[in-house]
């Protein structure tokens, strides 16, 4: 069985196909971040009008690249939501035309339950059940997975998620975005000593997440330090004006020592944060296996502290390749395979849903 699957709910145009007795055959991605970079952020009408340029190209990449033809495909997996509607509705409906013309299965995918079966690429997938922690640039989520189509919800962000927050700050610190990376890097020659951040949300039970006062914590300590710059600098130069852009936030004005700092600290205290209520959802469920899935899974601190928890647990923790984490064709491809192989498929109608809470998941 072969199936095409199409990721567009964001800023990348992901393309693949899976197929269930060799793997992935094809997987073609392109990422819109140059697009985007000079706004500062994903700007939703770009994006739809990118994707709608580069879906069918890519779908003729993937074909080629896998050395099939359209009629030994044996069904079409697309993105329905969560995401921008105008972009998911690019791959809703380039899916569900291509599927009818075809005389094949549509099958509309959940962009998280894509993330979260994600691991199951890899050569060594975790079996059911587990706990997954979902951490991408629009959710943050704590699992319980008993089953294909089995999701609990445990928690989530009640406001900015993880990569959302990551991005935030970066931007703060004057790094160009999706900083997310970027900060990690620059994180990398911090020193964890010089400040320190709260774990927000830890002090009381719960697996919720919030992770805005972070980012204004990052905004106060930048405001702080670029302060004392400018105070220092002004006592050498007494005829520069003392208010001059003391108030904004403006991290390019912090020697780069201070911005490593800071993200070190930021970095730290969201990641612990991460291993907390991972370990409490690991206590509640009784499970052993973790699942970290979503852009943020590829930050190498989450990886090692998460590796860390487990391993102190007895347990083990699963994430995908770095290429995975972020948004792909393979987990839509994969995904609508497992569902077209349980009878599932969508009817013709071409339906996105921007919201869709993953306990909802009916398809
Ligand atoms: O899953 P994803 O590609 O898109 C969504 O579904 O949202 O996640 C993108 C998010 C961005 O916020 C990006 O900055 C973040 O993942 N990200 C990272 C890293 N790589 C990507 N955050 C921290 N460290 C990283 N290494
Ligand atoms: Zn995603």
């Known amino acids: 069985m072969k199936i095409l699957?199409?990721?567009?709910?964001?800023?990348?145009?992901?393309?693949?196909?899976?197929?269930?007795?060799?793997?992935?055959?094809?997987?073609?991605?392109?990422?819109?971040?140059?697009?985007?970079?000079?706004?500062?952020g994903v700007v939703p009408e770009l994006a739809s009008r990118d994707h709608i340029r580069k879906t069918v190209p890519l779908i003729?990449?993937?074909?080629?690249?896998?050395?099939?033809?359209?009629?030994?495909?044996?069904?079409?997996?697309?993105?329905?939501?969560?995401?921008?509607?105008?972009?998911l509705l690019v791959g809703a409906s380039?899916?569900?035309?291509?599927?009818?013309?075809?005389?094949?299965?549509?099958?509309?995918?959940?962009?998280?339950?894509?993330?979260?079966?994600a691991p199951m690429l890899e050569t060594n997938p975790p079996e059911f059940p587990f706990v997954a922690l979902l951490v991408s640039?629009?959710?943050t989520q704590l699992i319980s997975v008993t089953g294909i189509g089995q999701y609990q919800l445990l928690g989530e962000s009640i406001d900015d998620a993880a990569g959302e927050a990551f991005d935030k700050t970066a931007k703060l610190l004057g790094l160009d975005y999706p900083g997310g990376a970027k900060l990690s890097k620059l994180a990398e020659m911090g020193d964890a000593a010089r400040f320190h951040f709260p774990r927000?949300?830890?002090?009381?039970?719960?697996?919720?997440?919030?992770?805005?006062?972070?980012?204004?914590?990052?905004?106060n300590t930048i405001l702080k330090n670029q302060n004392q710059n400018q105070n220092q600098?002004?006592?050498?130069?007494?005829?520069?004006?003392?208010?001059?852009?003391?108030?904004?936030?403006?991290?390019q004005q912090l020697d780069q020592q201070t911005k490593a700092d800071i993200a070190r600290a930021f970095e730290d205290a969201l990641v612990d944060t991460l291993v907390i209520k991972a370990r409490r959802a690991l206590e509640l469920t009784g499970f052993n296996r973790l699942v970290i899935a979503g852009g943020v899974s590829a930050n190498k601190t989450v990886r090692q502290k998460l590796a860390e928890l487990m391993h102190s647990?007895?347990?083990?923790?699963?994430?995908?390749?770095?290429?995975?984490?972020?948004?792909?064709?393979?987990?839509?491809?994969?995904?609508?395979?497992?569902?077209?192989?349980?009878?599932?498929?969508?009817?013709l109608a071409i339906e996105v849903k921007p919201r869709w809470p993953l306990n909802d998941l009916v398809i």
């Open 94 to 117: 380039i899916g569900r035309a291509l599927a009818y013309a075809w005389n094949v299965p549509a099958i509309a995918v959940h962009h998280m339950e894509g993330h979260l079966l």
């Open 137 to 139: 640039g629009g959710h």
């Open 60 to 87: 003729k990449a993937a074909l080629a690249e896998a050395n099939v033809t359209a009629s030994d495909l044996n069904g079409v997996a697309y993105t329905a939501g969560p995401g921008l509607v105008g972009a």
């Open 5 to 40: 699957g199409i990721e567009s709910s964001c800023d990348e145009t992901g393309i693949a196909i899976y197929d269930d007795q060799q793997g992935l055959i094809a997987n073609q991605l392109y990422s819109q971040i140059k697009l985007h970079a000079d706004y500062g």
């Open 233 to 251: 600098n002004q006592n050498q130069n007494q005829n520069q004006n003392q208010n001059q852009s003391q108030g904004m936030v403006d991290g």
């Open 313 to 347: 647990r007895g347990g083990q923790v699963y994430y995908p390749r770095l290429d995975f984490c972020t948004d792909n064709g393979a987990m839509i491809a994969y995904a609508g395979m497992i569902h077209l192989k349980q009878g599932q498929h969508s009817p």
């Open 200 to 219: 927000p949300m830890t002090d009381r039970p719960g697996l919720d997440f919030s992770f805005s006062g972070l980012k204004t914590f990052a905004a």
